[in-house]
Structures are given as C-alpha cells and as structure tokens.
C-alpha cells in the first residue's frame, strides 16, 4: 500500500465550481478520487508518447455481407499477431458485425495497426481506446 500524501490547492472559485459539478456528474465520490483519475489519465497519455508498453481496445464496425472485407481485416490482423492479446466478434444484427481487438504493445505499432483497420474499405466505424498495462501506475 502507497503512503497517502495531501497536499493542498489553490485555484480560482469558479473553476472550482465547474470541477465540483463534473465530479458530480462523472459520480466521483469526492474530489480526490477525480484528482487521482485525471492525474493517472495524464500518466497514461505521456507512456503512448513515450513509447513505452501499452496496452488498449480497437473497436471496428463494419458490414458483414462484404466478404472480402472479412478476409482482409483478418489478415491485417495476422500481420501484427504479436501484438493482439484476443479478439471478439458479435453479430450485431443481420448486416453489421463488431469486432473488439485487445492489443498491447508499442504504441507506434497500436497506432498502425489501428489505422490500417480503420481505412479499410467498408469499415463504417473504427476507434482506438488507449489504456494501459497498469505497471506503472498506483
Ligand atoms: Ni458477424
């Protein structure tokens, strides 16, 4: 268990009120649990900078009844096998499949190989979710 530090901050009124009234609405106990959240948030951006080992989530929704495209994704997704931990595919209804692709890795590699999903030809939605291996935060 870390050892617990306070530490005190002084910032203008207003800004203050705001902070209070997104806390409220993202349900955040109190004020140090968004602190702690919006400092690891920052601590998680500067390791995709820095080009350590990250970890995160590809979402890609795309149509089903193109066949080739199936074929394609999947074998982008061969070429950076080392860096896919697991996949899932749901048949959303009868015209749309979603497909989650968890990666850790580089982040320069995340990057490419999410970028090559999302501009393939027919992919209707594709995002990147950043996240973390957790090393390095508390
Ligand atoms: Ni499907």
């Known amino acids: 268990m870390s050892e617990i530090v306070r530490f005190g901050v002084s910032l203008e009124k207003e800004l203050l009120e705001k902070f ?27 390791e995709w900078i820095e080009g350590k080992e990250v970890a995160g989530a590809i979402t890609l ?26 996949s899932q595919h749901i048949h959303l209804d009868h015209d749309n499949c979603l497909e989650i692709i968890v990666v850790r890795g580089k982040p320069t590699e995340v990057r490419e190989l999410a970028d090559k999903l999302r501009a393939t030809k027919g992919v209707k939605y594709g995002s990147l979710s950043i996240a973390t291996t957790g090393k390095e935060l508390v």
């Open 61 to 86: 929704v795309f149509d089903h009844h193109k066949r080739e495209l199936v074929n394609i994704l999947t074998d982008i997704q061969h070429d950076f096998h080392t860096l896919i931990i697991s």
């Open 20 to 46: 209070d009234i997104l806390i409220k609405e993202k349900k955040y106990p109190n004020r140090s649990e968004a602190i702690r959240d919006l400092i690891r948030e920052n601590l998680v951006k500067r």
